[in-house]
């Protein structure tokens, strides 16, 4: 079984600062590696994903992101945010084969506040 | 192209009732997913259909069912609601059958069970 850990529930950070959100995986097997975010009163939105290849992944929205196989980590980063990128944001993995490889794990989350 | 779409977007229903949620994937996606959202337990897994085939359950008990039909439409059908039952629950279609494609999710149904 896979299991994700976002190490903070909240983030607030002001205006054009950096931020980093931190998630941390479990899994006895390979795993795809994704980020969501949530806006209020929406469906989640794919911000990037790895399933192989080069380590640092860039996303929509300015985001990227570094897979950390010794460390079991996929945290995301942004190196200037604005207001709008105020949501929830949400970690997830997917085994890469055998059955259920579609169904996806998420962590809890992380409320990412943008104060002007 | 129209992304996923719910309906409806949110229900009230009491305790012992049943409901009936559906979701509309997009065009040539074959495959819908389920997932529940609550504060407390967050994003669970419910269900995976693929080409008319339940494919994959989660760990929710047999209250809990659906279906899909041959245009991939899919419906899931909660019966003697609970009022644990109350969360928003999100459709995802995607375009392959194995892991690793994006899935697309519509805006979810928020059910609230009194």
């Known amino acids: 079984a896979q299991s994700v850990t976002q190490l903070d529930s909240q983030v607030p950070v002001f205006e054009e600062a950096p931020v980093e959100l931190r998630c941390n995986y479990s899994s006895s097997v390979s795993v795809y590696l994704f980020w969501y975010v949530q806006y209020p009163n929406q469906g989640l939105q794919l911000l990037l994903k790895y399933l192989s290849g080069s380590t640092l992944v860039k996303g929509i929205n300015g985001f990227e992101a570094e897979f950390n196989k010794s460390q079991t980590s996929f945290h995301l980063r942004k190196p200037s945010v604005h207001i709008s990128d105020t949501a929830e944001y949400f970690c997830?993995?997917?085994?890469?084969?055998?059955?259920?490889?579609?169904?996806?794990?998420f962590g809890k989350g992380t409320l990412l506040t943008v104060n002007p | 192209k129209a992304g996923v779409t719910q309906t409806p977007r949110y229900l009230i229903k009491t305790r012992g009732q049943q409901v009936t949620l559906s979701c509309s994937p997009i065009s040539g996606h074959r495959s819908v997913s389920w997932y529940q959202q609550t504060p407390g337990q967050g994003l669970q897994f419910l269900f995976e259909y693929f080409s008319e085939t339940q494919r994959n359950k989660g760990n929710f008990p047999g209250r809990f069912s659906g279906r899909q039909f041959s245009n991939s439409r899919s419906e899931m059908n909660v019966s003697t609601l609970e009022l644990g039952d109350s969360a928003l629950y999100l459709c995802?279609?995607?375009?392959?059958?194995?892991?690793?494609?994006?899935?697309?999710f519509g805006p979810g149904t928020r059910l609230t069970v009194l």
């Open positions: 997830a993995v997917s085994r890469t084969r055998g059955g259920s490889n579609y169904k996806l794990t």
């Open positions: 995802a279609s995607s375009a392959t059958s194995g892991g690793g494609g994006e899935q697309f």
